[in-house]
Each structure stands twice: as structure tokens, then as C-alpha cells.
């Protein structure tokens, strides 16, 4: 058994100076599952993974240990702060052709304008991890990288250390017979405060139709206690088998997990292109095809979810217009139909006419009117009067980027922060002039779902 190499880990604190360098090294591994990679690091970095995997499943990222963490607690500048120290450790990367470029995996939070006191206390405003191991699967391809970022003159004896620990984590995942089905058996549900969420919503629906805003999106939160703490694996495995259309993610940082499973795509750079995604407007599925057809086109028609949606296209295809040429956006939304839920949905593309910094992208569109509303600033200090709590990275964008400026960031919803024995989940519904409390509150519980199945818990309806 090695053991955790702490004087590589230390480093992890390093600020850049002349003599730090990035050091990475990849090997290629026969099919390798990512959930056993990511739980092979379970008793050596318990509280430093993550897991990703993009809703095409072309892509699958794991990462255990810090190699180096980025954070930002200021409001202000955290996307271009965040940004710059990605580019500096770029700039003194060492990395041959065969090499996989290194990781960066993270995530903003809503709002840090509305932050309080919470369980999001440990979350600042910007947290994102270079992982010291880190497993990427595509194309049906798996590599398995070493990341080091180091100060030392002399870094070869350490990384022939992490060269060991990489083997290990490699054989675990192999070999050791992991339980992924372990059973997280809850105590009670507190839903906190129905009433207040009605009453915000009312709230909310008199101030457009006095014209303050177009449209906000209202949250609310229920709290899980479990009898013991809760597995975070097996809640990865479940959420990953039952959402099945959706991207997966999962992000520790101190005792938490921060995990979900969302539809809902903020950006993505790929090969010159950039692609986001206007999801807004809910119906449940139907018990039966016929049903579920029927609420389809009812979705389609129905004129406060057609505006709820349309906002959403207005402010995304306003951005996309901005930054990109041969920007692309059908006339009217399709259905998203995913387990729990069918949305509207309209894709939005453009090519890039230079090199765009995707955490520039990530500003400019977060918060979208799917999670924010219109106009942006009214609508998110409507929030943070009426929802009367702290989102966290609750509907944040999350995702990675590389050293070449690709990436992909989704929006945090479809979520839930574990922290031991309990776990917080949230859900949120656009409100516009003719929203009803009863129906917002109603769709509420169908984007709770996901989550609510995947720990284990009863579903209501
Ligand atoms: C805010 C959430 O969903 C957004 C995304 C899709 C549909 C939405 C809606 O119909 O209200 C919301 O705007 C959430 O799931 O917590
Ligand atoms: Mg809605």
C-alpha cells in the first residue's frame, strides 16, 4: 500500500513564481470504469475528487487529489482572476505530444452579491482543482495523467512517487470489488419552508406584473437527514444510471459533495465553435406514450412557458451575436424530454472568429433568464429578497477547461450538496406576470426528483 505523498502535496499552496513548473505525464490504460477510478482514491484523498461526464457521454473526467487549487473570494473579477492564474501554471508547463493537456475543474457560485451563512460556508466564490491524478476517457480512449506543480529544483524523485501512486490508484480501480449499491437510509425530509416559497412566488408575480421585472427565477430547498453519512459513490453511480440524457457531475471540497445531474448546457468551446443551449419551460412526463405525447404539445403551446423560454433565447442569442459570426438558432424551441421531465429547448451555435477565453463566454452568459431572469440585475436582487436563502453553487456554472482554451460548462441544477449525514437539495422555476404558486411549487418537486431518487429518497406524485 503507498502512501499519500505529502511533501508533492504541500505544493499545492505555491504561488507562481520564476522557478514553478507544471509537470504532466499520461499513460494509456486498457477500459478502466471512471467510478472506480474516482472510488480507488476513496481512503488516501477521501474529500479531494471529482467525476464529470458530459450528456453526448463522449466525454468522462475524473480527478483525485489537488495538485494545485484555484479560488476567489472576492465578488468582483472572479471569472478573468480565475482565469489568469489558469494561464500563468500554462505558461510554464512542461508536456510532451503524447501527453493529454491537464485539467481544470470547478465551478462559480450563483451569486456572491447574496451570500449567507449556510452549509455553503466552505464553497468561495470560485473554487477549481488541477488534479494531481486525473482520468479522461474519449473516443473510447483511457488516459490517465500525473499532474505536478512545483517549486523544487529537484522534482523527479517526487514524481516517481506519484508515477507509484498512480499504479496503485490504477490496479484498485482494476481489481477491488466496490460496492456501488450501498444504501443511504434517510431519517427525515424537511422541506423548511413551503409557505415561504408561495409567498415569494405571489410576491414575485406582483412585482412584474407592476412592471419591476420581466422574469426571476424562485428557488427553495429541502433537507435530507440520513442515519449515516452518506456514500458518495453509490450517489454518483445512481444518479449517472438513472439520467441517463443529462451531464453528471460531482465536486468535493471539505466534508461535501456538490453533485447533480442537469440538461441544462452553459457553454462549450470546441475546435473553433461555441455552443450553448436555452432550456426553460417544464411539464412532467406522462404515465403513459399517449400522455406523454399530449403534454408534449401541450409545452409547446402553452403561452407562460413559451415566455418564460423566450427570455432565455433573447439574452443567449444577444451574447452568441456578440462573440461569434454564423451564429446559429432555430425559429422555435423542441422538447427536451429527459426521465422526470420534458422542457423546451433550443440549441444555440456560432463560430469563433478569434480565440475566445471561455471563462470570458461563462460571464457574459451567467446567469442566463433560466436561472437569473430579466432584466439580470433587478431579477437577481429579487432573489436575493424573497428566496431567503444561499444558493451556493446552486445553479452556477460548473465545468472544466484545458490548456488550449477548450471546455464546457453547465449550469448546477438538478442538485444537491451532501455533507455528511445530511443533504441539501434545491429546485427553482421561472416566474413570470401569469405564474401560479400551487403549479410552480408542483414543479418544484418534478425537478427535485433526480436527485431526491438518487439518495434514496421518496417521490412525491
Ligand atoms: C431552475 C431550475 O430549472 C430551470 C431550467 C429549466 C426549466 C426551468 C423552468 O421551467 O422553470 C428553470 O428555468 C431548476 O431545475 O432548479
Ligand atoms: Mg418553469
Not at 456572491?112 to 474519449?138: C, G, H, L, T
Not at 456560432?350 to 433587478?378: C, M, N, R
Not at 445553479?395 to 472544466?400: E, K, L, R, S
Amino acid at each position: 500500500m503507498s502512501h499519500k505523498i505529502t511533501d508533492v502535496q504541500k505544493n499545492r499552496e505555491v504561488t507562481i513564481s520564476p522557478a514553478t513548473r507544471f509537470f504532466t505525464e499520461t499513460v494509456e490504460v486498457g477500459r478502466l470504469s471512471a467510478l472506480s477510478f474516482f472510488e480507488a482514491g476513496v481512503s488516501l484523498y477521501k474529500n479531494e475528487r471529482f467525476y464529470w461526464q458530459n450528456s453526448d457521454k463522449t466525454l468522462t473526467l475524473v480527478g483525485i487529489g489537488h495538485a494545485y487549487t484555484l479560488s476567489n473570494q472576492k465578488k468582483t473579477n472572479r471569472y478573468m482572476d480565475i482565469s489568469e492564474k489558469w494561464k500563468q501554471l500554462c505558461s510554464v508547463l512542461i508536456k510532451e505530444e503524447k501527453d493529454v493537456d491537464p485539467i481544470l475543474f470547478g465551478g462559480f457560485s450563483f451569486d456572491e452579491e447574496n451570500r449567507r451563512n449556510s452549509e455553503w460556508d466552505e464553497f468561495p466564490s470560485a473554487f477549481f482543482v488541477v488534479p494531481s491524478f486525473q482520468m479522461k476517457i474519449e473516443e473510447g480512449r483511457t488516459l490517465i495523467s500525473i499532474n505536478m506543480i512545483t517549486d523544487k529544483k529537484e522534482a523527479a524523485e517526487d514524481f516517481e512517487r506519484l508515477r507509484e501512486e498512480r499504479d496503485h490508484l490504477i490496479h484498485l480501480a482494476q481489481v477491488e470489488e466496490f460496492d456501488f449499491t450501498d444504501s443511504n437510509a434517510i431519517l427525515s425530509t424537511n422541506e423548511r419552508n413551503k409557505e415561504h416559497y408561495l409567498n415569494a412566488v405571489e410576491n414575485v408575480t406582483k412585482s412584474i406584473r407592476n412592471g419591476k421585472a420581466d422574469k426571476a427565477v424562485i428557488a427553495r430547498v429541502i433537507e435530507l437527514q440520513f442515519e449515516h453519512d452518506v456514500n458518495d459513490v453509490s450517489v454518483l453511480h445512481s444518479i449517472s444510471n438513472e439520467q441517463q440524457e443529462s451531464y453528471h457531475f460531482g465536486l468535493q471540497k471539505g466534508n461535501s459533495l456538490f453533485f447533480g445531474a442537469t440538461p441544462e448546457r452553459l457553454i462549450e468551446i470546441r475546435d473553433g465553435k461555441a455552443y450553448s443551449a436555452c432550456v426553460a419551460g417544464s411539464i412532467r412526463r406522462g404515465k403513459t406514450a399517449a400522455e406523454d405525447r399530449k403534454l408534449g404539445e401541450e409545452l409547446l403551446g402553452d403561452r407562460k412557458n413559451r415566455e418564460e423560454h423566450q427570455y432565455v433565447v433573447g439574452m443567449i442569442s444577444s451574447i452568441f451575436e456578440s462573440y461569434c459570426n454564423e451564429v446559429r438558432i432555430p425559429k422555435a424551441p423542441k422538447l427536451m424530454k429527459i426521465r422526470d421531465i420534458q422542457h423546451l429547448f433550443t440549441p444555440v451555435e456560432g463560430k469563433l472568429g478569434q480565440e475566445v477565453d471561455i471563462f470570458s463566454f461563462v460571464e457574459a452568459l451567467h446567469p442566463t433568464p433560466a436561472l437569473g431572469g430579466v432584466p439580470t440585475d433587478v431579477a437577481l436582487k429579487i432573489i436575493g429578497e424573497e428566496e431567503g436563502m444561499d444558493r451556493g453553487f446552486y445553479a452556477g456554472p460548473i465545468g472544466w477547461t484545458d490548456a488550449a482554451c477548450n471546455g464546457e460548462f453547465a449550469v448546477a441544477i438538478r442538485s444537491s450538496l451532501i455533507k455528511e449525514d445530511h443533504a441539501y437539495l434545491y429546485a427553482g422555476g421561472g416566474i413570470v406576470a401569469d405564474s401560479n404558486p400551487e403549479e410552480e411549487y408542483e414543479e418544484t418537486w418534478v425537478k427535485f426528483r433526480p436527485v431526491l431518487r438518487a439518495l434514496g429518497g421518496k417521490l412525491n406524485g
